[in-house]
C-alpha cells in the first residue's frame, strides 16, 4: 500500500466547539476541508503500533462519503484496523461503548447530534479518546491549532469499503471490521436493566411510546423495545434512519418533538413517552400528559438508582453541567455522596468518571448518563425511567410529585433565542458584564443580586482550568438566572438564558413553570436588556 501525500492549505475556521467540529455539509464538502481536520486529529495522537480506530456515524447525509475518506486516512497514518458501524451506522453512546468494550485507541464519530440534516443543513466530526469519552479541551485545543498550519494530509487509495455487510476486509495487513451497530449495545442495556420486571410491566398493559425522531435509535430501539421487551411495533414511531432525519429538528424538547408530544398529550395518551436526537445521546422524557425536565430526571434517577440493578450499591457520586438545575444536589446531600458542577458540555464529566467520583452525569439540555459510558446516553434514560416505573408500580407524574415533596422543587426553564446576529449577541454579553461592578446588592423586584460571575471550572482531577463558561447572577433567594453562548450552532450565535428558582411550598410546586418563573424571566430581560438588543420579544424555543 503506497501513502499519497496530498498538499493542503489551512482554513480558520476549524475550531471545535461544546462537541465537536460543526458546519454546514457544504463547508465539509470543500476540496481538503474534511481531510484537513481528520489529519489535524490524527497528527495530534502518537497512534501506537496495532492501533484500532473506531468509526460510525448517526447516518446522516454525507456519513457514509466522509467514512470512506476516514478509513484510507486512518491506514495511513498508522492505524492498524478500523471498527466501523454496519451502514457507516453507531450511536454516540453505542460508539462510546465500542471504545471501552474492545479497547480501541480511540473513535470518531460523525455527528451533528440534534441540528437538522441534508445537503443544506448540518455535518458534523469529533474525537473520542481511549476512555470512550470526548476529548478533553487539551486535545481539542490542540486539534485546532494543529488545522491552523497543516500543509499536508495523508491516505492510501484503498478501494471503497462495503459497509453493508457484516465483516472484515483485509488490505495488505490493514484491517477494516464492520461490526453490528446494535448488539453490543443492546447487550450492555440488558446487563445493566431489569429487563424481566419492564417485560412484566409492559405485558400487564402499560404502554410505551418512543420516538426515534427519524435518527440513529430507531434500529436500537426496535432490537430492545420490540424485540428484547416485547413491547408493540406500535409503540415505536419515526424509527427509520434517513439521511435528512425526515426532514425535520432531531432535538427532543416539547417544541421539535412534536409527532411524540401530541400523543403524550392526546386522547390515548401513553403511560410512557420518550424521543431521543439525532446522535441518541439525548432524551426526552414523558408521562401521560406530564413533562419531566431533564434536571428534574437526573435527580430523580438518582435518589432512586438503587431500584436499578446496575446501582444496586449505590452511587460513588454525581455531576451536573452548571447550568443545569440544583435539584440533583438536594438528593446528593441526602445520600451524602459528591456533587460536582462542570462546565456546559460531556467532555468535562470524562476524568470524574475515570476516576471514580461520579456514577452518574447529567445536563439541562436533556442529556443524561453514567459511567457504563462516557457520554450522555438516551436510551440509556429511557430504560432507566421503565425499570423505576417497573420497580415502583408508579406513573411518571406521581414519582416526580412525590419527588418534589421530599426535596421541594427547582422550577426551571431555559429559553433559546436562535439565529441572532452575532454582533447582537455579543452585544448582550458585553452589556451584562459591564454592570458585574454595580450588581451585587441592588434589588430588582422581589429579587436582590447577591454575586455575578462569568464561571471558571477547575478540574478537580487533572487541574486543568476552562474560563468563560457562562455568565452566573445569582439572587439572594437562591434562584439565578445563567447566561451564555451556544457553542454547537452553525449559523449566528444563539443566546441561551437559564432560569431558575427553588420552591418548597407545595402550592408553588404546582404552577406552570413559566407562570412560576414570570417575575425572574422580567428581571432577567432588565438585566440583559436582551429584547431592546437583539430586538427579539420572545425566545425561539422554550424548554
Ligand atoms: C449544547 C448543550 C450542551 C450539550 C451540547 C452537545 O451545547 O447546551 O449541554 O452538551 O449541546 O449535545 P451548546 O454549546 O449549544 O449550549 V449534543 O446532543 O448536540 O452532542
Ligand atoms: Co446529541
Not at 195 to 203: Q, T
Amino acid at each position: 500500500m503506497s501513502i499519497q501525500t496530498v498538499a493542503t492549505n489551512p482554513f480558520s475556521d476549524q475550531k471545535p466547539g461544546t462537541s465537536g467540529l460543526r458546519k454546514k455539509v457544504r463547508v465539509f464538502q470543500q476540496p481538503h476541508y474534511l481531510q484537513n481536520f481528520v489529519q489535524s486529529i490524527f497528527d495530534t495522537l502518537e497512534i501506537p503500533a496495532n492501533a484500532t480506530l473506531t468509526l460510525g456515524g448517526d447516518g446522516r447525509f454525507y456519513n457514509k462519503e466522509a467514512i470512506q475518506v476516514i478509513i484510507k486516512m486512518a491506514a495511513a497514518n498508522g492505524f492498524a484496523k478500523v471498527l466501523v458501524g454496519q451502514h457507516g451506522i453507531l450511536s454516540t453512546p453505542a460508539a462510546s461503548n465500542i471504545i471501552r468494550k474492545y479497547q480501541t485507541f480511540g473513535g470518531i464519530i460523525l455527528s451533528a447530534s440534534h441540528n437538522p440534516a441534508g445537503p443544506d443543513d448540518d455535518f458534523g466530526i469529533k474525537y473520542n479518546t481511549s476512555n470512550g469519552g470526548p476529548a478533553p479541551e487539551k486535545i481539542t485545543d490542540a486539534i485546532f491549532a494543529n488545522s491552523k498550519h497543516i500543509t499536508q494530509y495523508k491516505l492510501i487509495d484503498l478501494p471503497e469499503v462495503d459497509l453493508s455487510s457484516i465483516g472484515v476486509t483485509t488490505l495488505d495487513g490493514f484491517e477494516v471490521e464492520v461490526i453490528d451497530s446494535v448488539a453490543d449495545y443492546a447487550d450492555l442495556m440488558q446487563s445493566m436493566f431489569d429487563f424481566a420486571a419492564i417485560k412484566r410491566w409492559l405485558a400487564a398493559g402499560h404502554r410505551l411510546q418512543f420516538d426515534a425522531m427519524h435518527a440513529v435509535t430507531g434500529p436500537y430501539a426496535k432490537e430492545i423495545f420490540t424485540h428484547r421487551l416485547g413491547a408493540s411495533a406500535d409503540s415505536l414511531i419515526n424509527c427509520e434512519v434517513s439521511e435528512n432525519f425526515g426532514g425535520g429538528h432531531p432535538d427532543p424538547n416539547l417544541t421539535y418533538a412534536e409527532d411524540l408530544v401530541k400523543i403524550a398529550y392526546g386522547e390515548q395518551a401513553p403511560d410512557f413517552a420518550a424521543a431521543s436526537d439525532g446522535d441518541g445521546d439525548r432524551n426526552m422524557i414523558l408521562g401521560n400528559h406530564f413533562f419531566v425536565t431533564p434536571s428534574d430526571s437526573l435527580a430523580l434517577i438518582a435518589a432512586n438508582a438503587k431500584l436499578i440493578p446496575a446501582y444496586a450499591k449505590g452511587l460513588s457520586g454525581v455531576a451536573r453541567s452548571m447550568p443545569t438545575s440544583g435539584a440533583v444536589d438536594r438528593v446528593a446531600a441526602k445520600l451524602g455522596i459528591a456533587c460536582y458542577e462542570t462546565p456546559t458540555g460531556w467532555k468535562f464529566f470524562g476524568n470524574l468518571m475515570d476516576a471514580g467520583r461520579v456514577t452518574l452525569c447529567g445536563e439541562e439540555s436533556f442529556g443524561t448518563g453514567s459511567d457504563h459510558v462516557r457520554e450522555k446516553d438516551g436510551l440509556w434514560a429511557v430504560l432507566c425511567w421503565l425499570n423505576l416505573l417497573a420497580a415502583t408500580g408508579e406513573s411518571v407524574e406521581s414519582l416526580v410529585r412525590k419527588h418534589w415533596q421530599v426535596y421541594g422543587r427547582n422550577v426551571y426553564s431555559r429559553h433559546d433565542y436562535e439565529g441572532v446576529p452575532t454582533e447582537q449577541a455579543n452585544a448582550v454579553i458585553t452589556h451584562i458584564k459591564a454592570q458585574f461592578a454595580n450588581l451585587p446588592g441592588q434589588a430588582f423586584g422581589s429579587y436582590t443580586v447577591k454575586a455575578v460571575d462569568d464561571f471558571s471550572y477547575t478540574d478537580p482531577v487533572d487541574a486543568s482550568v476552562s474560563t468563560g463558561q457562562g455568565l452566573r447572577i445569582l439572587f439572594a433567594c437562591g434562584s439565578r438566572v445563567v447566561i451564555r453562548l451556544s457553542g454547537t450552532g452553525t449559523e449566528g450565535a444563539t443566546i441561551r438564558v437559564y432560569l431558575e428558582a427553588f420552591t418548597e411550598d407545595a402550592a408553588q410546586q404546582q404552577l406552570d413553570a413559566q407562570e412560576a418563573l414570570a417575575e425572574l424571566i422580567s428581571v432577567s430581560h432588565q438585566i440583559s436588556q436582551l429584547p431592546q438588543l437583539t430586538g427579539r420579544q420572545q425566545p425561539t424555543v422554550i424548554t
